[in-house]
């Protein structure tokens, strides 16, 4: 049986040669000019000292493509087994989450193209209602880029306060999401705002809503970090990957609890690898503590990324993104995602058993003492319930609100008087 090969391009630029064995695993070789010029490496995973020798490499590219229904759409699009990694990546890898382009063994990138259509407002709304699935009616062609996540989501182009689906050679500079299930919409906007107030570093993010008033749909528009403007003003792409890619682990390993890394191992890889570790950790601190504390059952592996700067070989921890409320889409519709935490406190993932003793074992995972952590853990907690009803009342003022949102101050509060309670013997 006749295995496949595609290429790896960076812009122009070759970087290597992806070949699937026999198993349907995927190898991936620099190549000479890749290693001669001023190559970076694709990832922490698959460091340049591998030179031209071939190295498995399944977990890396593997993660660039899409979970869940999103696959199982665009396979049944593109005519794709939906086992078929390799299949899948050579269809839709021309345009990936980061810089990188994987297209078949002896195609090499085009030539720029004319710039894509903007979408009418008619199109846009269209595209909203069904959840990007309708997006290639637009393009005359099946969907041809790949962001990883199982989340209905959709790469566009924004230019002057327009939308356009993008190109190889124009860009996402957004990605759009959809209300799946009720006010998922509002838990993730809520929940990025409360983020930005205690000054995490976060991805930017809109409320939207397209339609009628009384029959407008809620989306999300939120700008991408692996994009930046270079000096002539065009869209560059920049370099990235998760956690487990850059532990070459598969997306099937981004829980705990299925066998996946923790934090312990995260944080060695960010203290082995980062710029700026020690910032670096205590964001990720920060990160545990908020996702505990507002009820984020759904913060792992995937949802933590490495950013390549222009002209910087060692990259930093990306701003936070998919940050969601789900204890409050829990308590409004009861059963939509489990309570287990993804990553676990110490040595719990149930919220309700983690306890003091956890958290010293976190920050021992972390590498740090634990008296800075508790100290953090408690201001966070005291804090937060007051900047979830200050950030609730903000939204209201600019999108309107419904008694029923108010559920979410109920359950930041809540879970905050739970860690002073059970950690500090306060209340």
């Known amino acids: 049986m006749n295995r496949r090969t595609a290429t790896v391009w960076w812009?122009?630029?070759?970087?290597?040669?992806?070949?699937?064995?026999?198993?349907?695993?995927?190898?991936?070789?620099?190549?000479?000019?890749?290693?001669?010029g001023t190559g970076f490496p694709v990832s922490v995973s698959l460091p340049l000292q591998h030179g031209e020798q071939e190295h498995e490499a399944h977990g890396y590219f593997a993660g660039l493509l899409p979970e869940g229904g999103t696959r199982q759409r665009i396979?049944?699009?593109q005519g794709i087994d939906p086992e078929d990694d390799a299949g899948l990546l050579l269809a839709i890898g021309?345009?990936?989450?980061?810089?990188l382009s994987i297209l078949p063994e002896g195609r090499e990138p085009e030539a720029p193209d004319q710039p894509p259509r903007l979408l009418r407002e008619e199109e846009l709304l269209a595209i909203v209602r069904a959840h990007g699935t309708n997006a290639s009616q637009f393009t005359g062609q099946p969907q041809r880029f790949?962001?990883?996540?199982?989340?209905?989501?959709?790469?566009?182009?924004l230019e002057d306060d327009r939308y356009a689906l993008p190109t190889q050679h124009y860009p996402s500079s957004h990605i759009v999401k959809f209300e799946t299930i009720p006010r998922v919409c509002f838990a993730e906007y809520l929940a990025n705002r409360m983020a930005r107030a205690i000054n995490m570093p976060v991805v930017e993010t809109q409320f939207l809503r397209s339609g009628a008033d009384d029959d407008s749909i809620p989306w999300l528009c939120i700008t991408r970090y692996d994009r930046i403007r270079n000096p002539n003003g065009e869209l560059q792409r920049l370099h990235q990957e998760d956690l487990l890619q850059a532990l070459g682990m598969p997306a099937s390993l981004k829980y705990e609890k299925d066998g996946g890394p923790g934090l312990a191992e995260f944080s060695e890889l960010l203290r082995a690898h980062l710029a700026e570790p020690a910032r670096a950790l205590a964001s990720l601190r920060d990160w545990q503590i908020f996702n505990y504390l507002i009820g984020n059952w759904d913060g792992h592996g995937k949802n933590l990324a490495?950013?390549?700067?222009?002209?910087?070989?060692?990259?930093?921890?990306?701003?936070?993104?998919?940050?969601?409320?789900?204890?409050?889409?829990?308590?409004?519709t009861p059963g939509s995602y489990a309570r287990d935490m993804a990553l676990t406190v110490g040595n719990n993932m149930q919220p309700e058993r983690i306890t003091r003793?956890?958290?010293?074992?976190?920050?021992?995972?972390?590498?740090?003492p634990p008296a800075p952590l508790l100290k953090r853990l408690r201001e966070l907690a005291e804090e937060l319930p007051t900047i979830a009803r200050q950030c609730r009342e903000e939204f209201g003022h600019h999108h309107g609100g419904e008694e029923i949102h108010t559920r979410l101050?109920?359950?930041?509060?809540?879970?905050?008087?739970?860690?002073?309670?059970?950690?500090f013997g306060k209340g």
Do not use: H
């Open 409 to 423: 101050d109920d359950s930041v509060q809540r879970r905050c008087d739970w860690a002073l309670r059970s950690v």
């Open 94 to 99: 021309g345009d990936c989450a980061g810089a």
């Open 357 to 368: 003793e956890d958290w010293e074992q976190m920050a021992r995972q972390l590498g740090m």
């Open 306 to 332: 490495l950013l390549y700067r222009p002209g910087e070989s060692v990259p930093v921890l990306a701003p936070f993104y998919d940050l969601v409320a789900i204890e409050f889409l829990n308590l409004i």
């Open 75 to 77: 396979c049944r699009q």
């Open 11 to 36: 812009g122009q630029q070759r970087v290597g040669r992806l070949r699937e064995n026999t198993r349907g695993l995927l190898y991936f070789a620099y190549s000479s000019d890749w290693l001669d």
């Open 146 to 157: 790949s962001l990883a996540g199982a989340q209905d989501k959709l790469p566009v182009r």
